[in-house]
C-alpha cells in the first residue's frame, strides 16, 4: 500500500481549512503581487486545485479520507438549507413574466445544451457516446449543468447524485471555472454600459430596480453583527433540517426501490436525491416564514463557509494531472 504523508482526517482536516484560510487572506490582499495573480487565477480554482496536488502527489490519500463523504452528507444539505433561505420568491415572480420566461429559457437551454454538444463532438469522437462509468463524458457534464443552474453547491450535489468520477470532475471544474470567468468579464464590460444599452433597446428595468432597492432596504433595516445566539440558531436550523432530510431519505428511498424499481433511472433510489430534495425544499419553503430574518445575520455567509470547506474535500479526491491526458 502506498504511504502517504498524512493519514488522520483531523490532520487533512486542518491542512486544508489552513489552505483555504490562505486562498481567501491573499485573494482579498491589497498587494500588488496578489491583485495582478487572481486577476489571471480564479480563487475558485485555487480551492479544488491546490487540495488535488496533495492527492496526486502522496501527500493525502483522498480515496481512504471519510472527509469528503462526511461534507458532502452534512455540510452540503445544510448549505443548501441557509443558502434558500434568503430566496424571495415573492419578489422573483415580481419581476413579470418576461424575466421568468427568459430564466426558464436558460435552464432548458443549459440542460439540452450538454445532450445536444455531446451529440455534435461525437460526429467526430464517437467514443464518447454509449460509454458508462465514473468517468463518463456525460456524468460530467451533468455537474457543469448543475453549476451554471445553480452554483457550486448544485454541482456538488450533482457529482454525488450521477456518481461522477474524479477524473473527469477535474477537467469539468477547470472548464466550468475558466469559462465561467471569461463570461464574467463580458458581464462586467456590458454592465458599466448598462443604462445606455437599456435605452438603445427600450428595455424596462423597473421591476429590477425595485426588487434591487427592496433588498438594500431589507439589509439596512434587520443586518446586524450576529450575536452568539444568532450563530447557534442558524447552526440549528442548518443542522436541524438535514437530520430531517437524512430521517425522511432513508424512508423514501427505500420505499421506492421496492414498490417502484424501475424508478432507478430516475434517481429516485437514490437515498442522497431525496436528502437534497428534501433540505432544498423545507430551505425554501422557510423563506416564508420568519427563520428567513437569519439571513439578516449571517446565515447565507455561514452556508457559503460550508459549501468552500466541501470544495476543499472534493479537491482531495481529484487528480488534475488527468487534464493533461
Known sequence: METVVFSNDATVLGLLAVILGGVFYTSQSDHPFWKKFYKYIPALLLCYFLPSLLNTFGVVDGNASQLYYVASRYLLPACLVLLTLSVDLKAIVSLGPKALIMFLTGTVGIVIGGPIALLVIAQFNPELIGTDGPEAVWRGMTTVAGSWIGG???????????????????????????????????????????????????????????????????????????????????????????????????????????????????????????????????????????????????????????LYILFKTIGIIMNFTKILL
Request: aromatic fraction near 12%; avoid cysteine.
Open 152 to 306: 457550486g453547491a448544485n454541482q456538488a450535489a450533482m457529482k454525488e447524485i450521477y456518481g461522477v468520477g474524479g477524473d473527469i470532475f477535474s477537467i469539468m471544474v477547470t472548464v466550468d471555472v475558466i469559462v465561467a470567468n471569461i463570461w464574467m468579464a463580458f458581464l462586467l464590460y456590458f454592465a458599466s454600459k448598462a443604462k445606455e444599452i437599456d435605452a438603445k433597446t427600450g428595455a424596462d428595468t423597473t421591476a429590477i430596480d425595485k426588487l434591487r432597492i427592496k433588498v438594500e432596504k431589507y439589509h439596512s433595516e434587520h443586518g446586524r453583527i450576529p450575536t452568539l445566539k444568532d450563530l447557534m440558531m442558524i447552526v440549528a436550523v442548518g443542522f436541524g433540517v438535514t437530520g430531517l432530510g437524512h430521517m425522511l431519505a432513508d424512508i423514501i428511498a427505500p420505499f421506492f426501490a421496492e414498490h417502484y424499481p424501475d424508478s432507478e433511472k430516475y434517481s429516485l433510489h437514490s437515498g442522497f436525491f431525496w436528502l437534497i430534495f428534501i433540505t432544498t425544499t423545507i430551505g425554501l419553503a422557510l423563506s416564508f416564514t420568519k427563520v428567513r430574518n437569519l439571513e439578516a445575520v449571517g446565515a447565507s455567509k455561514v452556508g457559503q463557509a460550508y
